[in-house]
């Protein structure tokens, strides 16, 4: 080979050499290029997040904890409480939205979140707002505490200051003393705020027995006006989602206690509306930007990984382990009094961790077999035959002669019926047994007889049915429920019953007792 044929070879080789390296980088630079589009999305999302939680933050507003009394309950065997308050001041944005006039804070509605311990039950104990009961000495703004208050109206605790961002420190010793429950956290929500987390879950379904109009959400219009629900299921947000919440005339008795029950079917179709799509960041964190907006909250709830984390400790907890309740109570003249020992019963169930028929939540049953199961109706209490059982039959609906067979019915099984009647409304949707004090478990073997009859407590002596449209529906009487063998339940196991009958769960059926009082 001659020496310009060497050189020639040599360049060849060296070419290649060069474009073997050329290649390769061309091969090692989509890698290079995919790894750092990774790290810089990685940094994007991650500043991102930092941001969000950031801008969470600074939504969140705090009440000081110097105003909580010093005279606390102990803390119960287990679980979380959470006092919520919705407050309706007219204050800030809220003033386009309705609620009480001025600017001081009121409370509208108010319940004790119970999260047993083993993470998988709650109820809400809902507080009628015209409950009367003592409240204890509050701090004012100013520094200075009240003298306390006795028989007074529960949501007067708010207001006490009569500062526009109401007085939640206050609310949560009334709570405290009237339950003997320790409140770890209070959350006070808004009209703007509430309003804006229903849009920001894509809405609430909800269910109406009848249409109803402008005049039933504010009856001082003295006209119908438009109609702003239909009847029947419909999904309701915003500004809608709030005179949803806040009606209370036109449905049902037109009471706060009807309109509290309506509350809770909202609130517990919330929460599956959650549930249903996921407790992810895309669900959470728009619903966690709506909500801190116009929330005020304890000092232990102060930053957004204490509310996320929050958020997150309620994803395992079952829809139907989910419990609603109001406080019992009775009328007391234009007022509403606190039943005993019905209540206590209640309170002590949650300072055990007990769930409402008396279970420990996750456990075994505390000590009473006899007991009726999770969340049953009052055909779950047990029943007797009537005998020596007196009581007074109301027709609640538009369906004639229903007084009159449910009259013959009773009788049958040994009832003694001192009278008919047609109930002052007639729109009512499941059948109510009232009764009066030390009538409890008689009323219990009177609602026995009616499929899903709810149990009231009233002011009145004796016991009265007021039929509903579920028995028009289908009028045939219940039978006695099988007694239970082994000794009777005693006073506590009996009131945990009727409590447990009462509940409303969060996987009920919209459409479920509608007119709700």
Same mark, same amino acid.
């Given at each position: ?366 000590? +009473? =077999?006899?007991? %009726?199961?999770?969340?049953?109706? #009052?055909?779950?209490?047990?029943? &007797? /035959?009537? @005998?020596?059982? *007196? ?11 229903? +007084? =009159?067979?449910? %009259?013959?019915?009773?009788?049958? #099984?040994?009832?003694?019926?001192? &009278? /008919?009647? @047609?109930?002052? *409304? ?21 609602? #026995? ?69």
């Amino acid at each position: 080979m001659t020496a310009s044929s060497h050189k020639a070879a040599a360049g060849r080789g060296g070419r290649a050499e060069r474009n073997g390296r050329a290649a390769a980088r061309g091969r090692r630079r989509p890698l290079r290029t995919a790894g750092i589009v990774a790290v810089s999305l990685l940094v994007l999302v991650t500043a991102g997040a930092g941001w969000f939680y950031f801008k969470l933050t600074g939504n969140i507003t705090t009440f000081g904890a110097d105003g909580v009394s010093p005279q606390r309950p102990a803390e119960g065997s287990g679980g979380q409480n959470v006092l919520v308050i919705g407050s309706d001041s007219r204050s800030g944005g809220n003033s386009s939205l309705g609620g009480g006039e001025g600017d001081v804070g009121r409370s509208d509605t108010a319940f004790l979140l119970h999260i047993y311990k083993d993470g998988k039950h709650a109820v809400a104990v809902s507080i009628p707002r015209d409950t009367l009961v003592d409240i204890p000495p509050c701090r004012l703004p100013s520094g200075k505490w009240t003298a306390p208050r006795h028989n007074a109206m529960f949501n007067a605790a708010f207001s006490v200051g009569e500062s526009p961002q109401g007085n939640p420190a206050c609310t949560q010793n009334t709570v405290e003393k009237l339950s003997g429950v320790r409140v770890d956290h209070t959350v006070v929500v808004d009209f703007e705020g509430f309003s804006k987390m229903t849009s920001a879950v894509g809405g609430v379904p909800v269910c109406l027995p009848k249409d109803v109009y402008e005049g039933d959400l504010n009856p001082n219009r003295h006209s119908r006006g438009e109609r702003i629900f239909a009847k029947g299921p419909q999904t309701v947000s915003g500004q809608q989602a709030l005179d949803y919440v806040r009606l209370r005339h036109g449905i049902g008795d037109n009471s706060d206690i009807g309109r509290i029950q309506r509350q809770q079917a909202f609130v517990g179709s919330l929460i599956k509306k959650v549930k249903d799509q996921g407790f992810n960041p895309g669900t959470l964190l728009p619903l966690a930007d709506a909500a801190t907006r116009s929330m005020t909250v304890d000092p232990g709830l102060d930053s957004a990984d204490k509310l996320l984390s929050f958020a997150m400790s309620l994803k395992d907890i079952d829809l139907h382990n989910t419990k609603f309740i109001t406080l019992p109570w009775r009328y007391q003249g234009e007022r509403v009094a606190v039943v005993h020992p019905a209540a206590d019963t209640l309170w002590a169930g949650i300072k055990a961790d007990r769930t409402l028929d008396g279970e420990n939540a996750g456990g075994p049953p505390d000590g +009473a =077999a006899s007991q %009726a199961p999770a969340g049953g109706t #009052a055909t779950d209490a047990g029943a &007797g /035959t009537g @005998t020596g059982i *007196s009581v007074a039959v109301y027709n609640g609906t538009t369906t004639t002669g229903l +007084a =009159a067979r449910a %009259a013959g019915q009773l009788k049958s #099984a040994g009832f003694t019926v001192t &009278g /008919t009647a @047609t109930a002052r *409304s007639q729109n009512h949707a499941a059948t109510t047994v009232e009764y009066g004090a030390g009538k409890e478990a008689q009323a219990r073997t009177v609602a #026995a007889r009616f499929r899903d009859a709810r149990l009231v407590p009233t002011a009145a002596t004796g016991i009265k049915v007021v039929l509903g449209t579920t028995y028009a529906a289908d009028p045939a009487a219940e039978g006695p429920a099988a007694s239970p063998a082994g000794p009777a339940p005693s006073p506590s196991s009996s009131s945990s019953a009727s409590i447990a009958g009462q509940a409303r769960s969060a996987d009920d059926n919209i459409c479920s007792g509608l007119s709700y009082g």
